[in-house]
């Protein structure tokens, strides 16, 4: 059984531009959360979506933006991308409306230059 | 809001000695409580969790209990091994134990164990 997948890895970008990440969540799992982790801090919170629609989201810009598409999986949008958006992107899946854990991917490094 | 502090690491012990991470957090409600652990190269995975007051979280040999009245989750190991080093984060789910809850995680605890 897979976990939260994320893809990619690892991005560059520079000032400016626009980014995409995506997440898988873990099989059955219906509801997806992400979260900014800069260098040395705790994860922040950023959105999260179930049912296709952003249920709640954190104190983050318009500059982000997010997807979650049929098949549960999810995007993460960068518009105008700053060096401070630097950072481990994590995804995190769990099972909508239940007493349910969140289940973290890998995270997506993403550097702006 | 809601918030969670927790003790400045880096925190280096030797093999075999007695483990205590801090952690305090701010919160209206009712949260849910966890330990994080990340491991080198790999994506947080949850510890253990308690989710209402005087609730003991255990896993792995470690322990936390949930304390209302000061308002802590320390996090305590009666012997680390090398394999426990790695970034400990404490973190609350307000609205309760709920997969619809935002977890609020503080800033991490890095922890080295020497053989």
């Known amino acids: 059984d897979a976990g939260v997948t994320q893809s990619p890895t690892h991005l560059i970008k520079t000032r400016g531009q626009q980014v995409t990440l995506r997440c898988s969540p873990k099989s059955g799992h219906d509801t997806v959360s992400w979260y900014q982790q800069a260098l040395g801090q705790g994860p922040q919170f950023i959105f999260q979506y179930y049912e296709e629609e952003e249920r709640q989201r954190g104190n983050f810009p318009d500059r982000f933006s997010g997807h979650q598409f049929p098949n549960y999986s999810s995007e993460l949008n960068v518009n105008a991308l700053l060096l401070g958006d630097s950072a481990l992107y994590l995804c995190a899946s769990s099972l909508g409306d239940r007493e349910a854990e969140q289940f973290f991917g890998p995270g997506t490094r993403l550097t702006v230059l | 809001g809601n918030s969670v502090t927790q003790m400045e690491g880096p925190v280096t012990l030797s093999e075999e000695a007695f483990l205590t991470i801090n952690c305090t957090y701010t919160?209206?409600?009712?949260?849910?409580l966890f330990w994080y652990v990340q491991y080198p190269g790999e994506g947080l995975q949850l510890l253990l969790k308690a989710t209402k007051a005087d609730d003991k979280g255990s896993n792995k040999g470690f322990e936390a209990t949930y304390r209302k009245e000061t308002t802590s989750f320390h996090l305590e190991k009666g012997s680390v091994q090398v394999s426990d080093s790695a970034v400990y984060f404490c973190?609350?789910?307000?609205?309760?134990?709920?997969?619809?809850?935002?977890?609020?995680f503080g800033s991490g605890t890095r922890l080295s164990i020497r053989p």
């Open positions: 973190a609350l789910s307000e609205g309760g134990y709920s997969s619809a809850s935002k977890i609020i």
């Open positions: 919160a209206t409600g009712y949260p849910s």
